[in-house]
């Protein structure tokens, strides 16, 4: 069975009286250690669908299954708690919190954890020095350059063991350099602690280092490519 | 770190506004404390009354006084023990017009049947081969002895840094010229109600002196045989004189001091009514600013959202915020108001025992202060927890 599987989902906002369809019947799977780029126009759905596989939004109609649970049947907190154990989620602006330092902002997902206060700093250390940050842990955000910030912000993402990472652009507010760093970290994540992983981006070349590319066009899927068959589009 | 220490991060993060916050929640509960310490204090006041004693006065007012010669016929009405007198004399330091302190003229036992609430702690021995009075305190013989001997508190009498046997002058103002007394005693009142800054003299010496020999008297203190006569004996002494030219006026002595606090009228209301004003006043300004605080951080409420914080979890950490701060504030506040104001013991003069800050009302502070927490919190703390992750995120990215 597919690690993500989307049927036929349809998200509709609303503005005023005006209904904006999102995403349009969608259906997708996607296979556990994928690493999935999501490609397509501004207002295409990349986030939108990103979010409802974070189980962040819901949607109007249709089902979001991952990791065998039916996330859009979750009840708010069973939601929250779910999140908390099986998505790691990135932004492209690294939405630290700017007062807490590098580990304190990975140790954030772990407050919801039971765990000792050394377990929860040994794991946040641990996470930090997967991306390279191991020397960096007291530093604050604004102490860091922007690869760094979002280096931080992955740490935060992998550090309660994820099944899911969903990036949201990673490399959209990055210099060429920076961004090449990250998307060989995400590679690396991908490949070596088998994180399955699905990336939004405007950028072609941040989506060659994916295994398989989606394209969106007006909340309906247009086309994949990639190496392996693990895609399903409907 | 823990969620504790999430949230005095999170209120370090503007730190000029939070102690700002911090300071005017905390002025608040002390101005709320200081002026129900006023309250208290003049609730204390009335404690100063015995129920075992009564006050008689003439019927038209205090300021008007009753004949001496009442004395006699009250101390024959069965149940009465003792009758002692007293007269204001209300003079003023001739060195500092400012420095005003209650001085009494008093019968001879009027300090004795005062025995049981305060305590003779230093006094000037009488000239060796003195005659002392028989039945007075021998502590009090040379007091007994000068016609112009005083007794005086111990607070007074630190303040103004006299010795005994010093000779004090006093400005008459009622009775006019000047007046001088020589210290013999210290008193330490064992009711802190009952105050230590008054200074008592012979009455004998104000009537010479002031009077020319007019036998006339503030008011009689009544100590009574037995309390439950209080209401017969009351009826009787008030029957003598109905029909005189002084009719009188007898109460308990606690509803005697209870009259006084009377005569402040709707002031301990509005007193009470101010207090609140300005509690409510900077609730406002305490809600406005967990507001501010919260709303600046809604992407990170969204963000800690998306990493599985649930709302209750969100709900607390602002509330707790708030908590921090508006009891921070408020615990200070109460506590400074409380031993502040008792540390400077303002007693009016004299006229109100020291100025104090019951614990009722420090706990009633910290209680308003939980309140301030909750109510300046709880709004923004919902508005946080009803937060859409994805409208969160929205205002920023």
Redesign the interface.
Known sequence: MALIDIQNVRKIYRRGNEEVVVLDGLSLSIQEGDYVALMGPSGSGKTTLLNLIGGVDRPTTGSVNVSGTDIAKLKPRDLARWRSRNIGYIFQLYNLIPVLTAQQNVELPLLLVKMSGKERKDRAQHALSIVGLGDRTKHLPRQLSGGQEQRVAIARALVSDPTVLLADEPTGDLDRKSAEEILTLLERLNREFKKTIVMVTHDPHAAERALHRLHLEKGVLESQSGTYPVLTPA | ???LS?VL??L??NKRRTILTMLSVMIALFLFCALRGVLDTLQESIKVGSESKLVTRNKISLIFPLPLAYQDRIAGIQGIKDVGYGNWFGGRDPADERNFYAQFAVSENYIGMYANDLDIIAYDPPQAGAAIPPGVDPKLASYYLDREGCVVGELLFKKMKWKLGQKVVVSGTIFPGTWTYNIRAVYRAKNPAMGESALFFHWKYLSEKGMNGQGMIGWYVLQLQDPKRAGEVTRNVDAIYTNSAAATHTETERAFQAGFVSMYGNVPFLIGVIGLAVVFAILMVAANTMMMATRERT??V????????????IFGVVLAEAAVITLGGGILGALVAKFLIEGTKFNAGGMLPPMNVAWTTVAAGMGIAVLMGATSGIIPAYQASRLK??DA?RR??
């Open positions: 770190m823990n969620l999430l991060i999170n370090g993060r992407a990170e969204g963000v800690m959202k998306t990493l599985g914080f649930q709302d209750g979890t992750i994805v995120l920023v990215e």
